[in-house]
């Protein structure tokens, strides 16, 4: 039995009568690949993990220190559902050095940017409501689209994330009796192919989510993270240039990337009808998110600590990911295809000969180095010949090194 396993009695699953999405459900198939994580030596391009090593753990120490002294009731009794009135001031500021201009009142802080998806689908999504997504997909969106019992409809990416006059194309010949109510995307940094919408297709975005009325949902755990290129404003910020656009955009930002994902703290801005539901929603999920996280987070933020680490990580992934780029184009086949991002913790590579990235990665893991297939990241049909590979892990060597290992696995 794995750690996993719940105690069973032998009675069996179809005893229990469970809801419909929950009578198969699919399991992470990211998850199932960390049995491999551990062996030793093994050089891991497969986790969406942030660095372990890249964490600072001192200013966090302080922070942790500083909230519980300054002020430990806060930390030890429940708080407003909203989020800390602190924290959403924090908050508020960061998102004004992205762009976007708005106050505490407009933010709820949620127990990581995944409870806010699931929240904003509780108020939207009943079960065969029209959803849109990306493809490919972070693989937890799907899941959260699946289990809210969606009917998911794909969008059709580029190199260069959504394919927008595709997407107004198929929006302008949907039947009206099923228009879709959402569209989820990572247009910065995508996860799992690292790309980034240009300026113009997020306007066209915007424009035309405000135009179909269509719910846009914008999920930015990696914006901050760019190591090379020029900065793009995220989708709310661009809003504001389009009268109207702003009611139509759902925004999830999260410290999971830029500070530890163990705080658990995201937030949502989102218009005000929609974010009343949600922190309706939000009071039966878990009433509020750690008061404690919430104290410490804002300390952090506010001691002025995020920007240096942030120039810490951002320096540390560019050489992790430019020597994985290097190895790769040095010792690999010409007939694979990677991206180039210019930030977050993804590569996205295709094997344009027809060849099966399930039997690449057999043979990755005897060579000790992984990756995660991208069958993962797709809805209805999968794509065998793509594959994901993070570069936030290993080190400058290791990630040269293991680059150096999966050419060898790409050669048959
Ligand atoms: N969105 C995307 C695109 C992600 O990759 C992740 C984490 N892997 C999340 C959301 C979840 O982040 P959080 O820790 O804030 O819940």
């Not at 069996?12 to 809801?19: K, T």
């Not at 924290?87 to 708005?102: F, K």
């Not at 959504?162 to 247009?187: E, F, G």
């Not at 290129?229 to 009268?243: S, W």
Request: charged share 20%; glycine share 8%.
């Amino acid at each position: 039995m794995s750690s996993n396993d719940a105690t069973s009695f032998g009675t069996p699953d179809e005893a229990y009568a469970f809801a419909a999405p929950f009578r198969a459900p699919r399991g992470s198939p990211i998850r199932e690949l960390f049995k491999y994580v551990g062996r030793p030596g093994m050089i891991s391009f497969a986790g969406g993990y942030p660095s372990k090593d890249l964490f600072d753990r001192e200013g966090l120490e302080r922070a942790l220190e500083a909230a519980y002294r300054s002020d430990p009731i806060a930390c030890l009794q429940y708080g407003d559902t909203a989020g800390a009135l602190p924290l959403r001031r924090s908050l508020a500021r960061l998102m004004g050095a992205r762009g976007v201009d708005l106050g505490p009142d407009d933010i709820v802080v949620t127990t990581g940017s995944q409870q806010g998806f699931d929240l904003l689908l509780r108020t939207l999504i009943a079960p065969g409501d029209t959803a849109l997504i990306e493809e490919p997909a972070y693989p937890a969106a799907i899941s959260a689209l699946r289990l809210a019992g969606a009917n998911i409809v794909t969008v059709r990416t580029d190199r260069d994330g959504i394919d927008v006059d595709a997407l107004a194309a198929q929006l302008y010949a949907w039947p009206p009796a099923s228009r879709p109510k959402l569209l989820y995307t990572v247009p910065t940094f995508a996860n799992p192919t690292g790309s980034t919408l240009p300026r113009e297709r997020r306007e066209a975005l915007v424009r035309l989510a405000q135009a179909e009325r269509i719910v846009l949902v914008e999920d930015d755990p990696y914006g901050e993270l760019r190591f090379a290129g020029t900065p793009v404003p995220p989708l709310l910020a661009l809003a504001d240039g389009c009268p109207g656009a702003r009611d139509w955009v759902v925004y999830f930002g999260s410290l999971s990337k830029i500070v530890a994902p163990g705080l658990r703290i995201g937030w949502a801005i989102a218009p005000a009808p929609i974010a009343r539901r949600m922190i309706v929603a939000k009071q039966t999920s878990d009433l509020c998110t750690a008061p404690l996280a919430q104290e410490a987070a804002r300390h952090y933020l506010d001691s002025g600590s995020l920007a240096p680490h942030l120039r810490s990580v951002v320096g540390a992934y560019r050489s992790r990911c430019d020597a994985m780029l290097k190895a790769l184009a040095h010792f690999a086949p010409n007939d694979v295809e990677f991206s180039a991002p210019e930030g977050g913790m993804f590569v996205w590579a295709r094997l344009t000969g027809g060849r099966d990235a399930g039997e690449v990665l057999k043979r990755a893991i005897e060579r000790n180095v992984m990756f995660v297939p991208g069958t993962a990241f797709f809805v209805h049909e999968p794509d065998p010949s793509s594959l994901r590979l993070s570069f936030a892990a290993p080190d400058e060597a290791e990630a040269f090194e293991g680059a150096r290992r999966l050419a060898s696995a790409l050669s048959f």
